[in-house]
């Protein structure tokens, strides 16, 4: 039964990473994920690659293909962007 209630909440529930067709994608390293899942912020070390957005932009993290959360760039001295939504492991 349980293969047929996942089966069932995946053609329910619109998978979290449709928010990458939506809003910018930016990608983080795995060095300081515990943090990033804690709902630390993203500091410019954390970014695989220097990403340049304005303050105040909403972008969509991801830990390769793992979709981490929502945050908004803040670009405050070492820290990049503040969570907005955290996608906490089941």
Request: glycine fraction near 4%.
């Amino acid at each position: 039964m349980e293969n047929a209630s996942e089966e069932f909440l995946k053609k329910e529930i619109i998978s979290a990473e449709i928010v990458s067709k939506v809003y910018p994608i930016v990608k983080i390293n795995d060095k300081d994920l515990k943090h990033v899942l804690t709902g630390k912020p993203i500091h410019k070390n954390d970014l695989i690659k220097k990403e340049s957005f304005e303050s105040g932009k909403i972008v969509s993290v991801f830990l390769d293909e793992r979709f981490i959360g929502m945050y908004k760039v803040v670009n405050e001295g070492d820290i990049f962007a503040m969570p907005e939504f955290v996608m906490q492991p089941i």
